[in-house]
């Protein structure tokens, strides 16, 4: 009896480990070799779209060194959509295609309205922003070619009381323009510097730019960011071939005789970003333009300080 019983134990015994062993890879032969692989993500035409909508507030408008308008309202939208993937974390090789518009209208802006006085009611000005380009990420610096096309609904020197304030002038009475841009930005640590060329094909003129700025991170949410930006222009609206005299801003001042190719500004601006969320950043900053010797005679002041604020959402 005790023999049958310790033969039965030593059968269980060995039956068990068979069927342990049994469940192991190396047990389950060619099969665990080429495992099912699991069913694959559905697949899309882009990895992902960055968006991004910007609505601000400035107490002066101005746009490569010329006044245009004051207390304007703007909101911006724009589309970035990854080409070409980039290699590492930098991003290095990835193409970007970009698409967006804007929005700006005064909300209210004295204006010459004869010797001496300036009238805060019946000045408009509005303009509408269409944009497109492409990015590529070099490493070194990103590089930029884009297209931008602006729409004026009361002519580029905006209107009183629904007449164009330069009547039929070449420049500063058209509806609308567009310009074909080159834009190169490079990363130096907290360093960023600016360049770019822009031709416009309604006047045929070019215009330069060229900028900076740093940022100070004084902490994970806030910073300070000054920056430096200055312009060259190349029969860009300066004004030379108006009838009479200055059209936008400074109604006294002959423009026949200004020069056609040189400096239009300086702008120097402390700006604060502080981050309220991951997807939202208010920005203020302070800022003073220098009208350099093409926006002289245009421009209602040689120095101005102005300042405006901007909420940021990205998506």
């Known amino acids: ?25 190396a047990a389950k032969g060619p099969a665990a070799k080429n495992p099912v692989p699991p069913p694959a993500e559905p697949g899309a035409l882009f990895d992902s779209i960055g968006a991004t909508f910007d609505a601000g507030y400035d107490s002066r408008y101005y746009f490569r060194g010329l006044w245009f308008a004051d207390n304007i309202m703007w909101s911006a939208f724009n589309l970035a959509v990854p080409i070409l993937g980039g290699s590492g974390e930098d991003g290095v090789g990835a193409l970007t295609w970009g698409i967006g518009g804007a929005y700006i209208n005064t909300a209210g802006t004295p204006y010459p309205n004869g010797p001496g ?15 497109t380009n492409l990015t590529y990420n070099a490493g070194w610096a990103k590089l930029g070619m884009q297209y931008q096309y602006y729409f004026y609904p009361d002519n580029y020197g905006g ?13 500063f009475a058209l509806k609308g323009a567009g310009e074909l841009g080159w834009t190169v930005t490079v990363p130096i640590k907290s360093f960023n510097l600016y360049a770019g060329y822009y ?9 330069i730019s060229l900028g900076a700025d740093y940022t100070f991170a004084v902490n994970d949410w806030l910073s300070i960011v000054p920056s430096f930006a200055t312009g060259y222009g190349i029969d860009y609206y300066t ?3 108006s009838a009479g005299t200055g059209l936008v801003g400074n ?10 190719t040189g400096f239009t500004h300086q702008l ?9 969320t991951k997807a939202v950043t208010w920005t203020t900053y302070v800022a003073l333009n220098h009208s350099d010797k093409l926006r002289a005679a245009l421009n209602t002041t040689q120095n101005e300080f102005y300042w405006g604020t901007k909420l940021s959402f990205a998506f």
Request: aromatic letters at 8%.
């Open 1 to 25: 009896m005790t023999s049958f019983i310790a033969k039965s134990v030593t059968v269980l015994a060995a039956c068990a480990a068979l069927n342990a062993s049994a469940d192991t890879p």
């Open 117 to 131: 006085n300036k009238s805060a009611s019946g000045f408009q000005y509005s303009e509408v922003d269409a944009i």
């Open 159 to 171: 209107s009183m009381n629904g007449l164009p304030n330069a009547g039929s002038d070449p420049e």
């Open 199 to 207: 031709y416009d094909f309604r006047v045929n003129g070019q215009y």
């Open 239 to 241: 004004g030379n071939g």
């Open 251 to 260: 109604a006294g001042q002959s423009l026949q005789n200004t020069p056609k």
């Open 268 to 276: 120097y601006t402390i700006a604060v970003p502080v981050k309220l």
